[in-house]
């Protein structure tokens, strides 16, 4: 069974910019999460996404922005980029029903804005 | 708001000592608790989780935690470290009525094993 796979695993941007990164969630998973991990704030819930609606957001500007497709796949845009920006972005995906079924955490995207 | 406390970002222990990494959670009402592990440059990967149900739960790779609701503390122990223990480790709790997809992180805790 093919884990959750992120793309691409590693992007450089410039401030101003704007970026898409990609999630493919584990095979009739339904549910997919987005996380920011940084070494200072730690890792902080963006959204989350259950059959191509948002379930749930974080305490993130409006320039983080996602969307689901009817296959589950999933992809966040931020806009307007900030050094404050990078981070590693971590996605996670589950059934999404109950709160007991396991969440798998992709290997994540590693954005630097310079 | 629920929220988790890790105490100590940094843990080094001895090759074959007792592994204890502390959490503790703020709570009106028993949460969902789980334990994460993360390897370098690698994404999350779930160790144990305590859903209402044992208050002692084990886990993956020897590791175990105790539900203490009267110390609202979920610690994570293993007796015996392996050098392939070393990685950072985090506590997260899901809000009342939420899911696995809306977890809530502690800051982490890097565990080092030394030879």
């Known amino acids: 069974k093919a884990g959750v796979t992120q793309t691409p695993r590693y992007l450089i941007k410039t401030r101003g910019q704007q970026v898409t990164l990609s999630c493919s969630p584990i095979?009739?998973?339904?549910?997919v999460s987005w996380y920011q991990q940084t070494p200072g704030q730690g890792l902080q819930f963006l959204f989350e996404?259950?059959?191509?609606?948002?379930?749930n957001k974080g305490n993130f500007p409006g320039r983080f922005s996602g969307r689901q497709f009817s296959n589950s796949r999933s992809e966040m845009n931020v806009s307007t980029l900030e050094l404050g920006d990078s981070a590693l972005y971590l996605c996670?995906?589950?059934?999404?029903?109950?709160?007991?079924?396991?969440?798998?955490f992709g290997q994540g995207t590693r954005l630097t804005v310079v | 708001a629920q929220s988790v406390t890790q105490l100590g970002s940094h843990v080094s222990v001895s090759e074959g000592a007792l592994v204890l990494l502390r959490c503790n959670y703020s709570?009106?009402?028993?949460?969902?608790l789980f334990w994460y592990v993360q390897y370098p440059n690698q994404g999350l990967q779930l160790l144990l989780k305590?859903?209402?149900?044992?208050?002692l739960v084990k886990g993956i790779n020897g590791f175990e935690a105790e539900f203490k609701k009267s110390e609202t503390s979920f610690h994570l122990t293993k007796p015996s470290a392996h050098m392939s223990d070393a990685a950072e480790y985090f506590c997260?709790?899901?809000?009342?009525?939420?899911?696995?997809?809306?977890?809530?992180f502690g800051k982490g805790t890097k565990l080092s094993v030394k030879p």
């Open positions: 305590y859903t209402s149900a044992a208050t």
């Open positions: 709570s009106s009402v028993p949460p969902y």
């Open positions: 997260a709790v899901t809000p009342y009525g939420g899911s696995q997809g809306n977890l809530i």
């Open positions: 095979s009739g998973h339904r549910s």
């Open positions: 996670a995906s589950s059934s999404g029903q109950g709160a007991v079924t396991e969440a798998f």
């Open positions: 996404y259950f059959s191509e609606t948002q379930r």
